[in-house]
C-alpha cells in the first residue's frame, strides 16, 4: 500500500475528533458496534455511527453482519489495520 495514501487516512483521522475515537477504540478491540464505542467514548450513537459510515466509505473497516439495520459489528480492514499501524504510538 502506497505510503501517501496511509498519510492521507492519517490526516483525515485526525481532523475531526470521532475518527480518532474510533482508531483509540479498535486499537484496544477487534470488534465494534456504534452503541459500544459510543458508550465508552461518552457520545451519541448518531455520532459515533456516522464516523464508522465514513470508515466504511474509505474501506478503513467493513461490517461483518452487512444484513442487519441495527447491531452491525465493524472490524478493521488491511488498509485500516496499516493506518492503525502508522498512528499506533504516535497519536493513539
Same mark, same amino acid.
Given at each position: 500500500?502506497?505510503?501517501?495514501?496511509?498519510?492521507?487516512?492519517?490526516?483525515?483521522?485526525?481532523?475531526?475528533?470521532?475518527?480518532?475515537?474510533?482508531?483509540?477504540?479498535?486499537? =484496544?478491540?477487534?470488534?465494534?458496534?456504534?452503541?459500544?464505542?459510543?458508550?465508552?467514548?461518552?457520545?451519541?450513537?448518531?455520532?459515533?455511527?456516522?464516523?464508522?459510515?465514513?470508515?466504511?466509505?474509505?474501506?478503513?473497516?467493513?461490517?461483518?453482519?452487512?444484513?442487519?439495520?441495527?447491531?452491525?459489528?465493524?472490524?478493521?480492514?488491511?488498509?485500516? =489495520?496499516?493506518?492503525?499501524?502508522?498512528?499506533?504510538?504516535?497519536?493513539?
Amino acid at each position: 500500500m502506497k505510503e501517501d495514501l496511509i498519510d492521507e487516512h492519517v490526516r483525515w483521522i485526525l481532523s475531526i475528533d470521532r475518527r480518532l475515537i474510533l482508531m483509540e477504540y479498535f486499537k =484496544k478491540n477487534a470488534i465494534a458496534k456504534a452503541s459500544d464505542i459510543a458508550h465508552d467514548a461518552q457520545r451519541s450513537t448518531q455520532n459515533i455511527s456516522r464516523a464508522l459510515k465514513e470508515f466504511e466509505e474509505r474501506e478503513l473497516i467493513e461490517c461483518l453482519t452487512p444484513s442487519k439495520s441495527t447491531w452491525k459489528k465493524f472490524i478493521l480492514t488491511d488498509t485500516g =489495520k496499516a493506518v492503525m499501524e502508522k498512528m499506533d504510538g504516535k497519536f493513539i
